[in-house]
């Protein structure tokens, strides 16, 4: 039906390791929405300091910035577990079901792969930050450590849920492209 979105959360079944990762994806969740609402009111208070008080901005505008992209990299998890990024099933739809289990183990193991290497140069670039005490260029001077270390945890997260998701995969807990075998 049109309008009816078929989206379904991960099944964890009764495996504690899966229970686990759900609720550290939950969490980071709601982080993410924790950052997303401190975002919205600091451009509030920002909007209000330099229209209604006719005063300057310092800090506003970069800690907006980094809040946001962290939101992004700290709800990935969260979104893959609620099965909320953007897919195509036509061809999982249209294979037998040995192929349609053996496509999503493949993708799995694809997907399991790029984001270790996102994490392995996303730590790499958060270390660099850290060790040579990097600062931003602004009137702020933020340590670029603190904003960057979402980009490893949002990444370990992201990768831990699709490595539970694999397991969910092949212990049976969940179906194949959540579609009936």
Known sequence: MAGQSTA??????????????????????????????????????????????????????EAVIYLVIAATLVGLPYVQRLRGHVNV?????????????????????????????????GFEYWHFAWERGWRSDTVWGVRLWIPYLAIPIGFALFLLQLIADLVALLTGADKPFGLEI
Do not use: E
Request: glycine share 6%.
């Open 89 to 121: 099933d036509l061809i999982p739809i249209s294979l037998p079901p040995r192929a349609r289990f053996l496509l999503a183990i493949l993708t799995s193991i694809l997907s399991i792969g790029i984001m270790g290497i996102m994490l392995w140069y």
């Open 8 to 61: 379904r959360i991960a099944n964890t079944g009764s495996n504690p390791f899966l229970k686990g990762v759900a609720a550290l994806s939950t969490l980071a969740g709601w982080c993410s929405a924790a950052m997303i609402v401190a975002a919205v009111a600091i451009t509030c208070q920002m909007i209000v300091v330099r229209f209604v008080l006719n005063g300057s901005t310092v800090w506003q505008t």
